[in-house]
């Protein structure tokens, strides 16, 4: 576990749930890679993001996918591609990511609390 955090701490990250709109390959990536779009809404837009998680999806089933996403770090160059917000996901027995996705329908930009 990591050391404990204030809620002013918590409330810094700005989580949201996005839909991917697109997504595709990234073979120049070090580590197998996908390149993912997320809309997360009017408010914030669609950012990029690199996410390693070819274990499990494939481009074209991510596409309409909810997923939830930090969208106030500051953009990475990962390559020669600009990620915008880090698309969240925990490990599984193998250490492979999956998506953490919303079980209801929730709008795009939705702020976690």
């Not at 809309?39 to 074209?60: C, N, R």
């Amino acid at each position: 576990m990591t050391p404990e955090i204030g809620f002013e701490d918590f409330l810094k990250v700005d989580i949201r749930k996005g839909t991917i709109v697109d997504a595709q390959p990234y073979p120049e990536a070090r580590k197998p890679a996908l390149k993912l779009w997320v809309d997360y809404g009017p408010e914030i837009g669609v950012k990029k993001s690199s996410a390693q998680i070819t274990v499990h999806y494939e481009p074209e089933s991510l596409i309409g996918k909810p997923v939830l996403g930090v969208v106030n770090f500051p953009p990475r160059q990962i390559g020669k591609f600009m990620s915008e917000a880090l698309v969240l996901g925990l490990p599984d027995e193998a250490g492979e990511v999956v998506l953490i996705t919303p079980d209801k329908d929730v709008p795009n930009g939705a702020r976690m609390f």
